[in-house]
Every structure is written in structure tokens, then in C-alpha cells.
């Protein structure tokens, strides 16, 4: 009998482990490849978003010090350090206690870039990127794209180059941080540069310095056949939208509306869908390629 007793309490405790280790792989979402999809948990804010105008000195005698409500704050007014002080007002919410990503457009899952192993978007109208891997957002932040004398090109577009440092096509007086190439023979590409809170660039995308480093070692760089061929691209970029150049800013209608800018599910996915079998025959090949061991 007692024999039996502990066989019957060794087959229970072997069940309940065989349970809890179910419980945890529930939890993890696995791709046809097998291997475990990335998933971002972010903190919602305690209270639902809403904004207000606030005279900009005013606020930063306040909150100045506070780092957190401050990258919000960059982030929703499009500008950085130096020329948030320079604003009369800036548009502040009531509630600081949520992660970036619920005050800033781009949602945090889009089903139709599942398959995708990474890509990164541009909202010209938002003024807003957001980095995703197979469908899951990764990074969001404030750009300030091409003016209207230079618009920032739009449609597909993959990186090729990267250079910590660099000059300006444009004005080589000009240095360029954390630079990923888009467009060759543009010059086009993303990098660290002052947001004065409005497009303003020669056409590039002007990016937060820490936003800039994360997309820098997010992205892919292209692999070459030789100097004047492309074996295989790097990292899908998409540009879309317009912006309104005689218009207000368009984040200022976020006092009155505070979905105002918000980009749906079934808006991104209108915008890849065109783009999406050149993606991913493009990945294919990426993933194709040896390992590199060194």
C-alpha cells in the first residue's frame, strides 16, 4: 500500500509540473520557425490620455527635473532639449504615469507585418517613426522630416550604409550622427540632428541622438556582390503621408482630440501591402545568407 501511496503522489507532483510548464509556454507566442516572437509589455497610463496647453516656462520650472515626464513631452511636441525652450507653449498630458508608446500614434501590434522580421515607418503627417519586429512594436519617437522646399521622398525603401559620423550632401559643414543610408543616390537617410518641432530638414529624417543609436543597431546594413551590385538590401523602411506645410502643427489638435493622430492597424497594413512580396523576398534572402562567425 505504501508503495502505491508514493507512486500515485509521484505521478501527482509530476503532473502539476507538466501543468506549470504549459502555464509558461502559454505565454510565448513561437513562429512557424521556431523561435520565440518578440513581445514588448508597456505600461498603460493609470488614467485615459488627454492634453492641455501649458506655457512652456512655466512647466519647466516644475518638471524640468524629471526625465520621464520630459521624453514624453519631446516626444509629443516633435523637438528636443534645446528648442522645447524655445516654444511659448507646448502641449502636455494629464497624466504621465503610461510608457511612450500610448502618446505617440502607431499601435502597439499590426498583424499584417507578422511575417516581417523587422521594418521601420515613417509617418509624415504625425511626424512620428515606429520600429517593429514581426508585427510587435519595438521603438517609437518623435522625427522631423524634409520641409516643404525638400520633402522627404515617400513609398519603400531599404538601408544600405551606416556611418557613426558624416557629413551633410548638402553642406558638408554639416555633421550627421548615427546615419543609416536609405536612398543612395539621394542622400537620403535617417540620423541625430536638432528638432525644431516642425519638418525642417534637407530631406532626411532628423531623429532624437537616442532614437537614432537604437535604429542605428536595429537596422540591417545592405550585403554588396561587388563595389557596384547589391546582393542583398538591408532593412525595409516605409515613408507615408503628407504633411500639411501651411497648416498648424498637427500634434496641437491633440488639446481638443486626443486620437486626433492616431494610425490604425488597417491603415499601416494599406500602406506595406503594396510592398510586401519584395519585403519578404527580400528577407528570404537575407536569411539565406551564411551566418556571420567572427
Known amino acids: 500500500m505504501k508503495k502505491l501511496y508514493y507512486t500515485a503522489n509521484a505521478l501527482l ?8 510548464s504549459c502555464k509558461k509556454t502559454d505565454t510565448i ?8 516572437k518578440k513581445v514588448v509589455e508597456y505600461k498603460e497610463p493609470e488614467s485615459e490620455v488627454s492634453y492641455q496647453f501649458q ?21 509629443i511636441n516633435r523637438t528636443d532639449k534645446a528648442n522645447l525652450k524655445k516654444l511659448d507653449s507646448v502641449v502636455i498630458p494629464a497624466d504621465f504615469s503610461g510608457d511612450l508608446v500610448y502618446y505617440l500614434p502607431f499601435p502597439i501590434h499590426v498583424a499584417a507585418l507578422q511575417e516581417v522580421s523587422k521594418i521601420i ?53 554639416w555633421e550627421l550622427k548615427w546615419n543609416f543610408n536609405i ?16 519638418p525642417a530638414s534637407h530631406s532626411c529624417l532628423r531623429l532624437l541622438e537616442k532614437d537614432a543609436k537604437y535604429l542605428y543597431t536595429f537596422a540591417d546594413e545592405w550585403i ?28 496641437l ?8 493622430l492616431n494610425i490604425s492597424e488597417s491603415e499601416i497594413e494599406t500602406q506595406v501591402n503594396p510592398f510586401l512580396k519584395e519585403i519578404l523576398e527580400n528577407q528570404n534572402l537575407r536569411e539565406a545568407e551564411p551566418k556571420n562567425t567572427l
Open 121 to 173: 515607418l515613417f509617418s509624415y503627417p504625425t511626424q512620428t517613426f515606429a520600429a517593429y519586429e514581426n508585427g510587435e512594436l519595438v521603438r517609437t519617437g518623435p522625427t522631423n522630416m524634409g520641409r516643404k522646399k525638400d520633402p522627404t521622398p515617400t513609398g519603400l525603401f531599404f538601408t544600405n550604409w551606416k556611418a557613426e559620423k558624416t557629413t551633410s550632401t548638402f553642406n558638408d559643414e
Open 13 to 20: 507532483i509530476l503532473i502539476l509540473i507538466l501543468m506549470v
Open 29 to 36: 507566442e513561437i513562429t512557424e520557425n521556431k523561435t520565440a
Open 253 to 260: 489638435q491633440l488639446a481638443s482630440d486626443p486620437k486626433a
Open 183 to 198: 536612398e543612395n543616390k539621394l542622400g537620403v537617410g535617417f540620423h541625430q540632428y536638432e528638432l525644431p518641432g516642425y
Open 224 to 251: 554588396l556582390k561587388d563595389k557596384e551590385n547589391v546582393k542583398v538590401k538591408g532593412t525595409p523602411v516605409i515613408v507615408f503621408g503628407s504633411y500639411n506645410f501651411d497648416g498648424t502643427k498637427p500634434w
Open 55 to 75: 506655457k512652456t516656462k512655466e512647466w519647466l520650472k516644475a518638471n524640468e527635473s524629471d526625465s520621464t515626464k520630459m521624453n514624453i513631452i519631446y516626444a
